[in-house]
């Protein structure tokens, strides 16, 4: 099954993310100085940030007692207040949940932290408020440091394609079985987050650890709401329907964008890692799919995504090529040639032996064993 590390083994030792950290943190140094407390509450927490020293520390977006903070400030420790009214927290310690983005979900997604958090983007991306573009900023290196430190030391796959694949088709299903697939063979599946393929991929991680049959009946009883279209509500209710029918799915990795906010986030992935800069989202997808790539059918944003990957494997500027599988021979040489161009790219570079191209999604996860190995 998956290796993705628990997260907190992995941080940043001088990172405090959550209450119990900072409470073990002050009874076994009784000081805080060096240290970096990310969006923990610490309301509760006066006596301690009274008592304790916090010269040199660094306090972004903790909610606490104005005694508090006046004494950690004259302590020398530098303070980021809470930013009152925001629909995000930018300072977060820690990538999202599918509950987290879908709270109130049953009281439409127009209600959710997913569909306020991307009204407020629309809002203040077109009035160049330099305050505004520098909170999308902070959040967007915040949930960045929480994504490293979730992956650290995983095997990370990552599988492209579009988002328009429906639910209820053949090739919804491939994708899902190839997603089980991968995660079964210890591999960490990352994806774009969204709907379609993505969805898929995620869905197949989720059903690794459950018997065979799990991933049958959740398909069909997906397949009642085939798409984000018409109502992105009863899209998502399908998933957590198949969640909560079959509860401790397998860990994965969805990496979406409120850039493109009217495709909502699929709830099968564990973790989301949602960006509102869209060049830093698909940058870190490719970055982190340390042991390839599984490129699905698809249009535009995939076709940019398998030379945003190529480059880099070209250039060898990230070290050793990654693995790079193209699936379905007919579209990527036919219906649009990428694969032509990516073979002449390759041509007497070291990546030349680390693409192929397969006709059958059943046939990607040995592919990409073979190139990795």
């Given amino acids: ?81 809470p930013v009152p009214d925001l629909p995000f927290d930018p300072y977060r310690g820690l990538v999202y949940s599918p509950d987290e ?12 932290p997913d569909a306020r958090a991307y009204a407020w983007f629309q809002r203040t ?12 900023a902070i959040h967007d290196d915040s949930v960045s440091d929480a994504l490293d430190e979730l992956l650290s030391g995983a095997r990370v796959v990552g599988v492209m394609g579009g988002h328009a694949m429906r639910r209820g088709t053949p090739a919804y299903e491939g994708a899902a ?22 969805e898929a991929a995620n869905l197949g991680a989720y059903a690794a650890p459950h018997d065979d049959e799990m991933l049958t009946d959740a398909l069909r009883l997906l397949a009642k709401a085939p798409g984000f279209t018409p109502s992105i509500t009863d899209w998502a209710a399908a998933a957590f ?40 989202r698909e940058d870190g997808l490719l970055a982190r799919s340390n042991a390839g790539v599984v490129f699905l059918p698809g249009a535009a944003g995939t076709v940019q995504e398998i030379f945003d990957n190529a480059t880099p494997n070209y250039y060898e500027s990230r070290g050793e090529p990654t693995p790079m599988v193209l699936v379905d021979r007919a579209h990527w040489t036919g219906k649009l040639p990428a694969w032509p161009l990516l073979e002449s790219l390759a041509r007497e570079r070291p990546m030349r032996a680390r693409i192929a191209l397969v006709d059958r999604i059943e046939e990607a996860p040995e592919a990409l064993k073979r190139l990795g190995s």
């Fill in 101 to 112: 983005l879908f709270a109130s979900l049953a009281d439409g997604y127009e209600n959710t």
């Fill in 125 to 136: 991306k077109a009035d160049r408020d330099v305050y505004a573009s520098m909170l999308r």
């Fill in 177 to 198: 079985r190839l997603g089980r697939e991968l995660a079964r063979a210890g591999l960490t599946v990352a994806t774009g987050g969204g709907p379609g393929a993505m």
């Fill in 241 to 280: 329907e198949v969640r909560a029918r079959w509860p401790k799915g397998g860990r994965s990795v969805g990496i979406p964008t409120w850039f493109y906010g009217h495709e909502p986030p699929n709830p099968f992935a564990s973790h989301i890692a949602k960006y509102f800069a869209n060049a830093t």
């Fill in 1 to 81: 099954m998956q290796t993705m590390p628990a997260h907190a083994a992995h941080h940043d030792d001088r990172e405090i993310e959550t209450l119990e950290e900072f409470d073990a943190t002050v009874s076994a140094r009784g000081a805080l100085a060096g240290f970096r407390v990310q969006a923990v509450d610490l309301t509760d927490r006066t006596r301690e940030l009274l008592t304790t020293s916090a010269a040199g520390a660094v306090f972004l977006g903790c909610p606490m007692r104005e005694e508090a903070a006046a004494k950690i400030r004259t302590d020398g420790a530098l303070v980021f207040p």
